[in-house]
């Protein structure tokens, strides 16, 4: 147990990684890695855009801490809001894929249907680390974003 406090530890101490830094994140393929060009604050959690251009949700980087931080719904301006909603409708109207995974899209996409997600259950949901919210009331984790 006092190896995991200590491993736990450390990661929260070297938390989050470096720009420039070579990491690991999981994908429908396997386990990947590329260059982490920068971090940036999503309408819910934080994503890590890559140098190749691919943007990972922070939940899928290996050795991302447990307790990672997400954003309650009030702490979006509705400047940020619209921005995202016309960088969607930018992106749609290009013809870009949405289903492209780890493409700026999907990323946006995601952000977005979390963000309305919890803006209408408040009350009801948790939000976790591992991944996307709780219902707490059907008790079943939404895999979707």
């Given at each position: 147990?006092?190896?995991?406090?200590?491993?736990?530890?450390?990661?929260?101490?070297?938390?989050?990684p470096?720009e420039?830094?070579?990491?690991?994140?999981?994908?429908?393929?396997?386990?990947?890695?590329?260059?982490?060009?920068?971090?940036?604050?999503g309408?819910?959690?934080?994503?890590?855009?890559?140098?190749?251009?691919?943007?990972?949700?922070?939940?899928?980087?290996?050795?991302?801490?447990?307790?990672?931080?997400?954003?309650?719904?009030?702490?979006?301006?509705?400047?940020?809001?619209?921005?995202?909603?016309?960088?969607?409708?930018?992106?749609?109207?290009?013809?870009?894929?949405?289903?492209?995974?780890?493409?700026?899209?999907?990323a946006?996409?995601?952000?977005?249907?979390?963000?309305?997600?919890?803006?209408?259950?408040p009350?009801?949901?948790?939000?976790?680390?591992?991944?996307?919210?709780?219902?707490?009331?059907?008790?079943?984790?939404?895999?979707?974003?």
């Amino acid at each position: 147990m006092t190896k995991l406090t200590a491993e736990r530890a450390q990661t929260e101490a070297n938390w989050p990684p470096e720009e420039g830094a070579t990491i690991s994140f999981e994908s429908t393929a396997g386990l990947e890695t590329g260059i982490l060009h920068h971090i940036r604050w999503g309408l819910v959690w934080r994503d890590f855009i890559l140098e190749d251009g691919r943007v990972i949700p922070e939940r899928k980087i290996v050795g991302c801490p447990e307790d990672t931080i997400w954003r309650k719904p009030s702490e979006v301006t509705q400047d940020e809001r619209e921005r995202c909603e016309e960088r969607l409708v930018s992106m749609a109207g290009a013809g870009l894929d949405p289903r492209s995974r780890e493409q700026p899209f999907w990323a946006e996409l995601n952000q977005y249907l979390a963000y309305t997600y919890l803006r209408f259950k408040p009350a009801e949901v948790s939000m976790t680390a591992e991944g996307p919210p709780v219902d707490q009331n059907l008790n079943i984790r939404n895999r979707g974003a």
